[in-house]
Nanobody, 123 residues
Framework: VRLVDSGGGLVQAGGSLRLSCAAS????????IGWFRQAPGKEREEVSC????????DYADSVKGRFTVSSDNAKNTVYLQMNSLKAEDTAVYYC?????????????????WGQGTQVTVSS
């Protein structure tokens, strides 16, 4: 099982980045993919959640209207498009996979984690 997240970097406030989460080694369509972030000195928080089965998405209030999650199921990859970035978005971003049992939906607690990618927004 492997989740590889990438796409982080340094960007000015107001800019954009697109993160990618490439999954392998498990049945992609049976999992929801979440994006989490952890800033220095803060707890890890869930940013978004997406069902790879039906496309349902949810976002934290702090990123609604600015971040968009999408997937390419043929590539077993989920993307997080981040626009209008703010300094407070600076964090290490992790993708994670959570098995969906039956009709359940949710991204916590995850079964698998990516290694994380640093996003730094300069003000």
């Amino acid at each position: 099982v492997r989740l590889v997240d990438s796409g982080g970097g340094l960007v000015q406030a107001g800019g954009s980045l697109r993160l990618s989460c490439a999954a392998s080694g498990f049945a992609f369509g049976d999992y929801a993919i979440g994006w989490f972030r952890q800033a220095p000195g803060k707890e890890r928080e869930e940013v978004s959640c997406m069902s790879t089965n039906d496309g349902r998405t949810d976002y934290a209030d702090s990123v609604k209207g600015r971040f968009t999650v999408s997937s390419d199921n043929a590539k077993n990859t989920v993307y997080l498009q981040m626009n209008s970035l703010k300094a407070e978005d600076t964090a290490v971003y992790y993708c994670a996979a959570t098995h969906q049992w039956g009709s359940s939906y949710g991204c916590y607690p995850p079964d698998y984690w990516g290694q994380g990618t640093q996003v730094t927004v300069s003000s």
